[in-house]
């Protein structure tokens, strides 16, 4: 008896064209692929990346990134060593006046695209500090006494109702 281990698909490169409102690369399948749009967290916006689909769809596919072939200009090294792990935050590998004009071109596309609104006058973002801004957060507590004699706190891990674990 022979037991075969599938190795996930090799995906071919493809090139960010834009950010989603959660901060996912957005790009585009090519045709002989199936043409459907792709969703990769992790990607930027100019990136060549390649791809592992996590959720498949008729129109689309969710997937996570497999291997960065060239970065764009703008990706910086997140602070928190948590980053891509927790839930907390999605947008530290990118430099903070890039994420700014990001936040300004998707609510632009938004207003377009659901409410067919195009302002006549569009004002420079307000911007405030880079670090230290929250003033609140989501956390949870998850009692783990009976087995390892301690006390979770933390924020749930991206997509999933586990907690983070950030201190072990």
Known sequence: MSTEVRMPKASP?????????EAQGVARQSNEEGGKVLFIRGALPTEQVTYTI???????AKAKLHELIKPAVYRTT??????????????QHL???A????KQRVLEDDLWHIGRIKP??????????AWHYR???????IDRSIKKGTILVGFHEHNSSYVADMLT
């Open 95 to 97: 430099d903070f006046a």
């Open 54 to 60: 996590t959720r498949e769809k008729a129109r689309f």
């Open 99 to 102: 994420q700014i004009a990001m």
């Open 13 to 21: 490169i493809v090139t960010i064209d834009s950010l989603d409102l």
């Open 78 to 91: 997140p602070r928190c060593t948590y980053f891509g792990v927790c839930g907390g935050c999605s947008m």
């Open 135 to 141: 003033h609140r957060g989501r956390l949870s507590v």
């Open 120 to 129: 006549d006058e569009i004002l420079r973002p307000i911007a405030g500090p």
